[in-house]
């Protein structure tokens, strides 16, 4: 039995030379876009001139202040509102996942927007407090609205993908560990933190990276970061190359967050047992209520303002006609290229995934690191990137769904990879091994045993996808088929020639199927 | 089992997509616009073309810009046939590519010389007037400044909003450039960084913010604030100070019309470029999106300043395309990072 075993793990070990090229496969193609980039920016005369200007340095800074504020910040508020939602007694815990995992389907200009119409000078807080003898807020321009704006949206990256940890996590260590005589504070810090690690680093690293290439928001706050200079170079001076110049160092600090993020990987593996159980559910007691109104007072700033300045839009507007038309159209052609990039992500990102989990190694790592390329590029790069591969080498594939739906899985895949590759880390390998010694092939392992116990993790990188990919916007409109509206466009369309009553539905529509995503989502984990 | 029977459907999915891949694309023989207008202001109007015409047409509406660019990346290879925008630096990108044709001479005759391409590669559409946008409560017109230039005196520090990135703002530095000299603009522009202006990422949280009293003057084009009067009604707190004639800051801009050196439906493009300027459409932006119609004989809306007395300063619009020595000199004097 012994030497079944140890002949099993060894062959587990070697990676089978189809999982390596499906691996080099899927990081091809998500290596266009800084392909691209680097070769764009050969044709820049003046490569040194524009990187050590002054402007792109101090642009450089303020990039690093934010990327790092924003991380910090979603992680202190990512973790609490998983752990509360996920495994106490606090009230209404459903209703708060769906409400928080929100606000990472707000597009980034609504989201700037509303946090300029709420926060702002003469906005909907300041109107409120007006008759309390408040005549002027603090001004939300510049690094402190970026921050809030940014650690706003993108916090639910680490919450769903800790919550999806959470409902797979082994409690026998957890139940050792008070065994032992451990409280619950203890054993929060001693096992179940360390078991969250993965989860957390690996939404911690989308956030890092999202923060990095995000425009939308910091441009309407006025927060000069590297990538609004990279649309300043794109859209005034249409300098494709010195554009390309300045996403270099975007991919420079995504190598450095890669690597950060790899040493505080370590080597550990975080699994129980072969069987998971439902966990214990943890009495909150007095802190009821305190994170109640912490779930409450996130999900306002979150969900609530975006919805009151939509739910404002609407009542306050003179022009309501036409506002319904084709938006049935939008929400169908939404929904089915969100839905179609969640699924082909989770797909293509399946064995770069299991490459990283199971066979270790140098190979492994690059596919791996490498995936994340899509994550750090403006996405106006990698719309254009896309837009010339196609043009280029692939004529047949411009302007369709299907173009669109590889677009967005070249800019989502990381998301849906953390979360896989966070799943697989989770699950005894031993449960695999035992199956292949007992006669199953690879296949049968994996269809058998690998992926029903990896399914949370892979619905909440599907989620992840979906609800990112539904409001992005440069990629679909340089992308997608022509005349293929979605909502993220009709929104944009009407928001910027202020049809605001136009721009009311489809946000809520788009929010709507959002939070129906999520519900989905959680029926499955319930299931699994 | 059921878990089997997921990841086998999923499995199955794969040869979809690639029939995704394959089915949505292809030849297309309608005409293609690149629409780098709203939406919301034009389509209506295209929709009506294609109605009188026949001409099926498949419309990509995005940002000028960003459509312009994508342009330039598909090459010979781009779908589109009609590039329909707003934005000069664009016009100047495709051109400096070579990616315009020579429109034919009885079209660009419908327009004014000062409105159309000396090479008759674009036509104005329609046009817009760069204007002060004041809050009515902080401000009173008559004591505002009739020329630009004077917005950076003291009285201005801190109260001025521009938009430093879009739709103008580079055109006016070129236009001031062009007028009154490098060093003068020079000098302007660092006055005005001097006098703190809030810069804004659009023309819609400029007067949102001029309206909300952020700022309490804003320097924009003419035309948006009919749509926050048509949405907001009206009292809201904005309004258009127009420039004495023949000031630099009362610059007058085009959206415009270009076919494409790549276009397969040369024919139908045509058409759809004249009946743009036909009288039927020249009065749907009177009407519907407050522009100045460009074709003689058809006034302008009567809320506007008439095209006859706006007497813009002599400049060249094809001039403007060439920002980048504006860019240059925005970002050496602060208006720009």
Redesign the interface.
């Known amino acids: 039995m012994a030497l079944a075993l140890a002949q099993a793990r060894d062959r587990l070990n070697r990676a089978p030379l189809i999982l390596l090229a499906l691996a080099a496969l899927v990081t091809a193609a998500v290596l266009m876009p800084p392909v691209y980039l680097v070769w764009r920016a050969t044709e820049s005369s003046a490569i040194w001139e524009h990187l050590s200007d002054e402007?792109t340095l101090?642009?450089l800074g303020r990039t690093l202040l934010l990327t790092a504020s924003v991380t910090a910040t979603c992680i202190a508020l990512a973790v609490p509102l998983a752990w509360l939602t996920g495994r106490t007694d606090l009230p209404l815990r459903r209703f708060w996942t769906v409400l928080l995992a929100l606000p990472l389907a707000v597009p980034s200009f609504v989201g700037?927007?509303v946090m300029?119409?709420a926060l702002?000078?003469?906005?909907l807080v300041q109107d409120l407090l007006a008759p309390l003898g408040v005549d002027r807020l603090p001004s939300i321009f510049g690094f402190w609205g970026a921050w809030i704006t940014l650690s706003v949206v993108s916090y639910p990256y680490i919450f769903l993908q800790v919550r999806a940890s959470l409902s797979r996590s082994d409690p026998s260590l957890e139940e050792a560990a008070r065994g032992l005589g451990n409280g619950s504070w203890r054993t929060f810090w001693r096992v179940n933190l360390p078991q969250m690690r993965p989860p957390i680093a690996a939404g911690a690293l989308l956030v890092a990276l999202y923060s990095i290439s995000e425009f939308g928001a910091v441009?309407?706050l006025?927060y000069?970061t590297l990538t609004?200079?990279v649309y300043?170079q794109?859209?005034?001076?249409?300098?494709?190359a010195a554009a390309a110049v300045l996403g270099l160092p975007l991919i420079a600090l995504a190598v450095l967050i890669l690597g950060l993020e790899g040493m505080t990987r370590g080597r550990a593996h975080y699994y129980g047992g072969a069987q998971p159980r439902p966990a214990r559910t943890m009495e909150l007691g007095s802190w009821r209520w305190p994170g109640f109104a912490f779930c409450a007072l996130v999900a306002l700033l979150g969900v609530g303002l975006p919805v009151a300045v939509i739910l404002y839009w609407l009542v306050?507007?003179?022009?309501a006609e036409?506002t319904t038309s084709f938006l049935a159209a939008a929400a169908v052609n939404s929904t089915l290229a969100a839905a179609?990039a969640a699924?082909?992500a989770?797909?293509a990102c399946l064995p770069v995934a299991y490459l990283s989990a199971r066979h270790a190694g140098r190979l492994a790592s690059f596919f791996e690191k490498a995936s994340y390329a899509g994550q750090s590029i403006p996405a106006?790069t990698i719309?254009?990137a896309l837009?010339?591969f196609a043009?280029?080498y692939a004529?047949?594939?411009?302007?369709?769904?299907?173009?669109l739906?590889?677009a967005y899985t070249v800019r989502f895949l990381p998301e849906a990879l953390g979360a896989i590759r966070g799943a697989l880390l989770q699950l005894n390998p031993n449960t695999e091994e035992a199956a292949r010694s007992l006669g199953a092939g690879p296949l049968k392992t994996f269809?058998?045993i690998t992926?029903?116990q990896a399914?949370p993790g892979v619905f909440a990188g599907m989620l992840l996808v979906f609800l990112t990919a539904i409001k992005e916007l440069?990629i679909t409109?340089?992308l997608s088929?022509?005349?293929f509206d979605t909502l993220a466009?009709?929104i944009w369309?009407?928001?910027?020639?202020?049809?605001?009553?136009?721009a009311a539905l489809p946000s809520l529509t788009l929010l709507l199927i959002s939070a129906f995503a999520v519900l989905i989502m959680l029926r499955r984990e319930r299931l699994t | 089992m059921r878990r089997t029977s997921l990841l086998a459907s999923a499995l199955a999915l794969m040869p979809l997509a690639a029939v995704l891949l394959t089915a949505c694309g292809g030849g297309d023989d309608r005409l293609t616009i690149y629409a780098g207008r709203s939406k919301n202001l034009v389509q209506p109007l295209l929709e009506q073309f294609s109605e009188d015409t026949g001409i099926s047409i498949r419309v990509l509406y995005g940002d000028s810009t960003d459509l312009a660019l994508g342009i330039l990346e598909e090459g010979q290879n781009s779908p589109a046939d009609v590039y329909y925008g707003q934005d000069v630096g664009a016009l100047g990108a495709l051109k400096a590519a070579g990616r315009l044709s020579e429109l034919p001479s009885a079209l660009l005759a419908k327009v004014d010389p000062a409105f159309r391409s000396p090479d008759g590669l674009w036509v104005g559409i329609s046009g817009r007037q760069r204007v002060i946008v004041y809050n009515t409560d902080a401000v009173d017109p008559a004591e505002l400044p009739s020329s630009i230039l004077d917005y950076t005196a003291p009285a201005w520090e801190g109260r001025f909003g521009i938009v430093p990135r879009s739709d103008g703002f580079p055109e006016f530095v070129t236009a001031l450039r062009l007028l009154k000299g490098e060093e003068f603009a020079r000098r302007w522009l660092e006055d005005l960084d001097a006098n703190d202006p809030t810069a804004y990422a659009n023309n819609i949280a400029a007067i949102q913010a001029v309206a909300n009293g952020e700022v309490d003057v804003a320097f924009l084009n003419h035309y948006y604030l009919f749509r926050f009067l048509e949405e907001r009604g009206e009292d809201f707190k904005a309004r258009n100070y127009y420039f004495a004639a023949g000031d630099v800051g009362g610059l007058f801009l085009v959206a415009s019309a270009s076919i494409l050196d790549s276009a397969r439906q040369r024919e139908d493009a045509e058409r759809f470029i004249e009946y743009l300027l036909s009288a039927e459409a020249q009065q749907y932006f009177t009407d519907e999106t407050h522009e100045y119609p460009l074709v003689p004989g058809i006034a302008a809306d009567p809320g506007l300043q008439p095209l006859s007395q706006i007497d813009p300063p002599q400049i060249d619009l094809s001039d403007l395309t060439d920002l980048r020595g504006s860019l240059d000199l925005m970002r050496q004097t602060g208006i720009l990072p």
């Not at chain 1, 306050?316 to 022009?319: A, E, I, K, M």
């Not at chain 1, 004529?395 to 173009?403: D, E, H, I, K, V």
């Not at chain 1, 369309?493 to 136009?502: I, K, L, M, V």
């Open positions: 402007s101090r642009a700037g927007f300029v119409s702002g000078p003469g906005g441009s309407m006025r000069d609004p200079l300043l794109y859209t005034t001076s249409f300098d494709r306050s507007g003179l022009s036409g179609l699924l082909a989770a797909i106006i719309a254009l837009v010339f043009a280029t004529t047949p594939l411009q302007r369709t769904l299907g173009l739906v590889f269809a058998r992926a029903p399914l440069p409109i340089l088929p022509i005349g466009t009709e369309s009407a928001t910027s020639e202020a049809f605001f009553t136009r």
